[in-house]
């Protein structure tokens, strides 16, 4: 009996399987057993003919493959070159030594990628598991990208088993290729950026409170939301964000990519984070995750690392915004489904707007409101408190005036964000400011005796919940940071309480 590895997928991570051989006497027969799938049990006739067009002579054998664990699901034709190899292997004295074998099989022979390898390789990479990989060649540009891992890239399943029966003993084995991005260094880490602005803030004329909180917002990773009327420049402001967010380390450049595959997308291996935003018809599975029977990734687990955007924030559902405070506090989503638990990182900046009213003109200098105080309080009630709770900045954006001007360029707030970060990572934080936990809390955002005052003459007026108190002390730490001030004064946490939702 021989063994290979290979892997399946659960949710968005990989799970080992050990996939077994054994070739006995009797009534000829090739089975395939342990939960495998549809995709898998037709691997049969995939192979049967590539072993054919191979100058191999099929074995009048039984044949039997086993997956194992073989009391969990397996899915994906990446199993192919793996069953293949264990057949044409079978009487010879190869020893396989842990190596992970991945690759579909075309009838000629032909080693194929299909979508889900690159987030396998990257999944079990992290886990630790994976040192060395067979793979199709054609992978080898995507995969290559993961550090510390050997790969082997076959263009057919001849080049595979040449491999392992040491007739080609001296075939190169590829490593990481370097990541060819700008990066700033810190404390011996890398963390990549882009400086192309598809969308710049030049575009924004005006605005200047939203523009600032933009920044604020990006430095810290501090959710946002953003009100006004229509055609003020809500969606504009939101879409630019993405371009000058925080630069990304190693890793969160290669899950990135991984969210790419899983989204049926082709990696780009850019170190530009995710920018995801559903409609408000959508359905709670296609933002949350899940179906039927196997829990897949929704737009929440896609925007992981990025932007979630929900624009005309109260035309959701009730259920979709209270839903989404599990995901904004524990930066988790947890899928249950009879046959499947699968669980998300979520932990995305959140950018929402929304209109004043109904109609959209409660806050225009030149329009009437066609809206009654009934509709307006219907319309808003649609948002729980527990729900605006977690939102960090709250802007109410200024009526469009013909002398508006642009004032500052994406280029020049993306370099007040690098700054700022490298001002954080110094710090020794692990997270950015938006992040911080209680314990960071206390020992990063330090106040001043002004400061102080303020903020609990503040809790006192405004009854602040202790999740609003630190908000408040978080974004005010972010804003000191803009300021290149190591402690948070009192006109930090002014700032600060002036972006409180009233």
């Given at each position: 009996?021989?063994?290979?590895?290979?892997?399946?997928?659960?949710?968005?991570e990989?799970?080992e399987?050990?996939?077994e051989s054994?070739?006995?006497r009797?009534?000829p027969?090739f089975t395939?057993?342990?939960?495998?799938s549809?995709?898998?049990s037709?691997?049969?006739?995939?192979?049967?003919?590539?072993?054919?067009?191979?100058?191999?002579?099929?074995?009048?054998?039984?044949i039997?493959?086993?997956?194992?664990?073989?009391?969990?699901?397996?899915?994906?034709?990446?199993f192919?070159?793996?069953i293949?190899?264990l057949?044409?292997?079978?009487?010879?004295?190869?020893?396989?030594d842990?190596?992970?074998?991945?690759?579909?099989?075309?009838?000629d022979?032909v080693?194929?990628?299909n979508?889900i390898l690159y987030?396998?390789i990257?999944s079990?990479?992290?886990?630790g598991?994976?040192?060395?990989?067979v793979?199709?060649e054609?992978?080898?540009?995507?995969?290559?990208?993961?550090?510390?891992?050997?790969?082997l890239?076959v263009k057919?399943?001849?080049n595979?088993?040449?491999?392992?029966?040491?007739?080609?003993?001296?075939?190169?084995?590829?490593?990481a290729?370097?990541?060819a991005h700008?990066?700033?260094?810190v404390?011996?880490?890398r963390?990549?950026?882009?400086q192309?602005?598809y969308?710049?803030?030049?575009d924004?004329?005006?605005?200047?409170?939203?523009?600032?909180?933009?920044?604020i917002?990006?430095?810290?990773?501090?959710?946002?939301?953003?009100?006004?009327?229509?055609?003020c420049?809500?969606?504009?402001?939101?879409k630019?964000?993405?371009?000058i967010?925080?630069?990304?380390?190693?890793?969160?450049?290669?899950d990135?990519?991984?969210?790419?595959?899983l989204?049926?997308?082709?990696?780009?291996?850019?170190p530009?984070?995710?920018?995801r935003?559903?409609?408000?018809?959508?359905?709670?599975a296609?933002?949350?995750?899940?179906?039927?029977?196997?829990?897949r990734?929704?737009?929440?687990?896609?925007?992981?690392?990025g932007?979630?955007f929900f624009d005309?924030?109260p035309?959701?559902?009730?259920?979709?915004?209270e839903a989404?405070?599990e995901?904004?506090?524990d930066?988790?989503?947890?899928i249950?489904?009879?046959?499947s638990?699968?669980?998300?990182?979520t932990?995305?900046?959140f950018?929402?707007a929304m209109?004043?009213?109904?109609?959209?003109?409660?806050?225009?200098?030149?329009?009437?409101?066609r809206?009654?105080d009934?509709?307006?309080?219907?319309y808003?009630?649609?948002l729980?408190?527990p729900?605006?709770?977690?939102?960090d900045?709250?802007?109410?954006?200024?009526?469009?005036r013909a002398?508006?001007s642009?004032s500052v360029?994406?280029?020049e707030?993306?370099?007040?964000?690098l700054?700022?970060?490298?001002?954080?990572?110094?710090r020794?934080q692990?997270a950015?400011?938006?992040?911080?936990?209680?314990e960071?809390?206390e020992?990063?955002?330090l106040l001043?005796g002004?400061?102080?005052?303020i903020?609990?003459?503040?809790?006192s007026?405004?009854?602040?919940?202790?999740?609003?108190?630190?908000?408040?002390?978080?974004?005010a730490?972010?804003i000191?940071d803009?300021?290149?001030?190591?402690?948070?004064e009192?006109k930090?946490i002014?700032e600060?309480?002036?972006?409180?939702r009233?």
């Amino acid at each position: 009996m021989k063994h290979l590895k290979c892997a399946t997928l659960e949710g968005i991570e990989a799970l080992e399987v050990d996939v077994e051989s054994t070739l006995t006497r009797g009534l000829p027969s090739f089975t395939i057993v342990g939960l495998a799938s549809n995709a898998i049990s037709e691997a049969r006739e995939r192979v049967k003919s590539a072993l054919l067009a191979n100058d191999f002579t099929f074995p009048p054998k039984r044949i039997t493959i086993n997956l194992s664990p073989s009391d969990i699901s397996k899915s994906g034709s990446q199993f192919d070159l793996c069953i293949a190899l264990l057949i044409a292997l079978d009487s010879s004295d190869v020893e396989f030594d842990g190596w992970f074998v991945f690759g579909e099989l075309g009838l000629d022979g032909v080693v194929k990628e299909n979508s889900i390898l690159y987030p396998l390789i990257l999944s079990l990479a992290n886990q630790g598991v994976l040192l060395r990989a067979v793979v199709p060649e054609e992978s080898l540009p995507k995969v290559s990208n993961i550090p510390n891992i050997q790969f082997l890239g076959v263009k057919n399943l001849s080049n595979a088993i040449e491999f392992f029966s040491q007739s080609s003993p001296d075939a190169t084995l590829q490593t990481a290729t370097p990541i060819a991005h700008p990066h700033q260094e810190v404390s011996g880490d890398r963390y990549y950026y882009e400086q192309s602005y598809y969308e710049d803030f030049r575009d924004i004329k005006g605005q200047e409170v939203a523009k600032r909180a933009a920044l604020i917002s990006a430095c810290g990773l501090h959710n946002l939301l953003l009100e006004g009327s229509p055609g003020c420049g809500k969606s504009m402001v939101a879409k630019r964000v993405r371009y000058i967010l925080p630069p990304v380390s190693t890793q969160e450049l290669l899950d990135i990519a991984k969210l790419d595959a899983l989204d049926g997308k082709e990696p780009h291996f850019r170190p530009l984070r995710p920018f995801r935003s559903p409609h408000h018809s959508g359905t709670p599975a296609s933002i949350f995750g899940g179906g039927s029977t196997k829990a897949r990734i929704g737009e929440v687990g896609l925007a992981h690392g990025g932007v979630l955007f929900f624009d005309e924030l109260p035309h959701f559902s009730k259920s979709v915004l209270e839903a989404l405070r599990e995901p904004l506090e524990d930066k988790r989503i947890r899928i249950s489904r009879v046959n499947s638990k699968v669980e998300y990182p979520t932990d995305f900046l959140f950018i929402s707007a929304m209109n004043p009213c109904p109609c959209g003109n409660l806050l225009s200098e030149d329009l009437d409101c066609r809206c009654s105080d009934l509709e307006i309080r219907r319309y808003k009630s649609r948002l729980s408190d527990p729900f605006l709770d977690r939102i960090d900045l709250y802007v109410q954006m200024q009526s469009v005036r013909a002398d508006d001007s642009s004032s500052v360029s994406s280029k020049e707030l993306h370099e007040i964000v690098l700054r700022v970060h490298k001002t954080q990572r110094q710090r020794g934080q692990s997270a950015l400011n938006g992040a911080l936990n209680d314990e960071q809390i206390e020992r990063i955002c330090l106040l001043s005796g002004e400061a102080e005052s303020i903020l609990f003459q503040a809790v006192s007026r405004y009854s602040l919940s202790f999740r609003s108190i630190k908000k408040i002390q978080k974004v005010a730490r972010t804003i000191a940071d803009i300021d290149n001030s190591n402690g948070i004064e009192q006109k930090h946490i002014l700032e600060a309480l002036s972006y409180r939702r009233r």
